[in-house]
């Protein structure tokens, strides 16, 4: 039977217990209201001194009450997602595990409390402790609908033949039945290796490295379950931050640990980490460089040191019939000096009124010693501090700064090429202005780091008025209360894709986790950043030089097949070090084919070979362009609509996974950024059956 129909027929099988669960639970919610109708019943209609004479009986009737209204509360409160796994033992029973424990009218047991000791190897179990465990499910639910089931095999060697596998667990146990000694201990190194990971002490910082197909994110995945089981008093209160590019992991969390899952956790693309805003598209590649460097914060810092756009450029003010006034250089030498002081500029400007006045006076002595007089300064300084007029001019000349107001400032050449002077060159300069000129465009991801950096350069503005709420419910988050804003306190963070975050970006998370333990998965051969040494940097400084770090690398990919593998490897060489890929040990005997195509020929040629893979595989089909072609391809295949068929561009490929994919000219891959090697390694290993390759050009494969 194929994967997909064995996933049908397992799903079926959860439906049937899960359909027996919820009759149950409106059987008891049934029973809970009758208690609570029966309660109310009780001394209604008594004389008044048959009442009194009775108290013990109005007792009992508010403790029927109390109870009924308790259960009712209970079972209506945990009525989503009530059942979330199955664990399958070596004595061929099984339990489920969910949100509270369940019984039938017999009292046997239909659903184990997640807290319950009889559920801890649900979180705790792995291949290396099984904790006799064969196979542990997660369930996934929409209500009462059953959507989905993933299995981890957990004692291959046990696994009886009326079991079948899904998901992850599938291919783990497929290895593991595979005949001869050399593939099974493959396996056992495999769930060794991922054991070693899950298990890792919780403080400090482990990093978790591995090509593609090596099962690095599930890994994760099932370490960050298990570290919020087992040390959810020291983990829960200060909050885990899950920074990736999809809701897997907060999902996962949510099902299989509900009380943390769903008030605990919080997830945040690299958009979404600066609160209020959603950033999803992403820059060219050479843009993007930019944002991203270091050389961001420098130029930051010196345009908000510079003279805002609405600023006036000289003062007058009349004192006792004289007219004090300061030019554009006395004014431009108060402000650097506001500034030298230290400080953020949304704090200074009680500085900022000191320094005026303080060269007001100066002034004014000045005037007074070449007449021949003398002045309180003392005078001078609380008699024009208190002008409405000097408020006015201050208001103006030293205003509250916005992050994305200084931002658009850059958006004028003239006023970048003195920020970034020495630090970036002509071109790169007219492409930045360029973009941040442009205000019809919403922020893209990289701009979120920028924005953030600022936030913290000028300083909070001042408070709102009391009366507002610090703490609002996010409903795209699950409903949770939200942290107060740009919270910064979290107990645990978990990076995921952690190989693409710029420099600037590992700054935004660094602040996010300055008192946090790190978990952080990566690979260094899928990166897009083109200086990886800058990036590293900031990294390190983002964890804590002092922070004590593990490391963790996954050398086995069982997910791609040898033969779609070798073809990726062949690809990369010469951009990575050869312990850096993985080594894949799942053959299929089906090659990857590639397709010389006219590039006039290129939407026909797209076309047929998604028909021919849709029609090879049940499961998902994936076409991968280039960033820029997405919507170019998704016009050429509009006619074909399925739900198993997806088009992405290269870079948002990254951490999905296909039964089967389409790859249209890959050296439109290579040639859009300046590490499109590494951007086409990742595209070729998103197939784990079948891998079609249009191209026009040979050239993006090495001579050999």
């Known amino acids: 039977m194929s994967e997909p129909r064995v996933r049908r027929a397992e799903i079926a099988i959860e439906q049937a217990h899960v359909d027996t669960v919820y009759t149950r639970l409106a059987e008891l919610r049934a029973q809970a209201e009758a208690m609570r109708a029966k309660g109310y019943e009780i001394g209604h209609g008594a004389g008044r001194e048959a009442i009194f004479e009775q108290a013990s009986m109005l007792f009992e009737r ?16 945990e009525y989503e997602g009530l059942v979330f796994g199955r664990l399958d033992h070596l004595d061929n029973d099984h339990i489920y595990v969910g949100r509270l424990g369940i019984r039938d009218a017999e009292f046997d047991n239909l659903v184990t409390d997640w ?24 369930i996934r639910c929409s209500g009462q609908n059953v959507l989905d089931v993933d299995d981890d095999v957990l004692i291959a060697d046990a696994v009886p033949d009326n079991m079948r596998i899904v998901g992850e667990g599938a291919l783990m146990a497929a290895l593991g039945r595979s005949r001869g000694e050399k593939m099974r201990d493959i396996v056992a190194t495999i769930q060794k290796e991922q054991d070693e990971v899950i298990r890792a002490p919780w403080r400090g910082v482990t990093e978790i490295t591995g090509g593609p197909g090596t099962g690095k994110t599930a890994v994760a995945l099932h370490r960050a379950a298990y570290l919020l ?83 006036p450029e000289d003062m007058k003010i009349v004192y006792r019939g004289e007219v004090l006034r300061l030019n554009a250089r006395e004014l431009d030498k108060v402000r ?25 006076a100066s002034k004014a002595e000045q005037h007074a010693k070449d007449d021949g007089r003398q002045i309180d300064k003392a005078e001078l300084v609380s008699e024009l501090g208190e002008r409405i007029e000097f408020h006015r001019f201050l208001v103006v000349w030293w205003p509250i700064l916005y992050p994305a107001q200084i931002l658009r400032w850059l958006g004028t050449e003239k006023r970048l090429a003195i920020a970034a002077k020495g630090l970036l060159n002509r071109g790169e300069i007219s492409l930045l202005a360029a973009d941040f000129a442009d205000r019809s465009r919403g922020w893209t991801i990289a701009d979120i780091a920028l924005l953030d950096e600022l936030r913290v350069l000028i300083g909070p503005p001042p408070k709102r008025r009391k009366g507002r709420q610090s703490i609002e419910v996010n409903p795209e988050r699950g409903g949770a209360p939200t942290r107060p804003e740009h919270y910064d306190e979290y107990s645990h963070v978990v990076i995921d894709e952690s190989q693409d975050l710029s420099p600037m970006q590992w700054r935004m998370v660094g602040r996010r986790g300055k008192y946090a333990s790190w978990t952080v998965v990566g690979d260094p051969v899928q990166s897009s950043w083109p200086d990886p040494a800058e990036a590293a940097m900031a990294r390190d400084q983002a964890f804590g030089l002092k922070t004590t770090r593990r490391r963790f690398t996954l050398r086995t990919n069982y997910r791609n097949s040898a033969e779609i593998f070798d073809l990726a490897a ?64 998704e016009g050429w295949l509009a006619e074909l609509s399925d739900e198993r068929l997806k088009v992405v561009g290269s870079l948002d490929s990254k951490g999905l996974e296909y039964d089967a994919v389409v790859l249209v000219e890959p050296n439109d891959l290579i040639t859009e950024s300046t590490t499109g090697r590494r951007v086409l390694y990742v595209a070729l290993t998103r197939a784990t059956q079948q891998l079609t390759v249009l191209a026009s050009n040979p050239d993006w494969i090495p001579a050999a």
């Open 62 to 77: 508010d403790m029927m009450v109390f109870h009924a209204n308790q259960t009712l509360q209970t079972l209506d409160a």
């Open 336 to 360: 650097r000096k506001v500034h030298t002081a230290g400080g953020p500029p949304n704090r200074s400007r009680i500085r900022a009124a000191e320094m005026l006045l303080d060269a007001l």
């Open 229 to 311: 089981y087992r040390y959810r008093r020291q983990l829960g209160g200060a909050g885990v931050l899950v920074i990736g590019p999809s809701g897997v992991f907060t999902s996962y969390i949510s099902r299989v640990l509900p009380s943390m899952g769903e008030t605990n956790v919080e997830l945040r693309a690299l958009g979404e980490v600066l609160d209020g805003l959603e950033a999803t598209r992403q820059d060219p590649a050479p843009l993007a460089a930019i944002k991203g460097s270091l050389r961001m914060r420098k130029i930051l810092l010196r345009a908000l040191r510079d003279t805002p756009e609405d600023a």
């Open 570 to 633: 062949k690809v990369v060489a010469g951009h990575a070090e050869a312990d850096e890929l993985p080594r894949a040990v799942r053959q299929t005997g089906i090659t990857p084919e590639v397709r010389p195509v006219e590039a006039s020929g290129l939407e026909a040629a797209t076309q047929a070979a998604v028909k021919e893979l849709m029609g090879a595989v049940e499961g998902t089909v994936g076409v991968i362009t280039a960033m820029d072609r997405v919507p170019e391809v």
């Open 115 to 138: 807290r319950a000791p009889a559920a801890a190897a649900f979180y705790q179990a792995t291949a290396e402790e099984p904790m006799d465990v064969v196979r542990r499910r997660v």
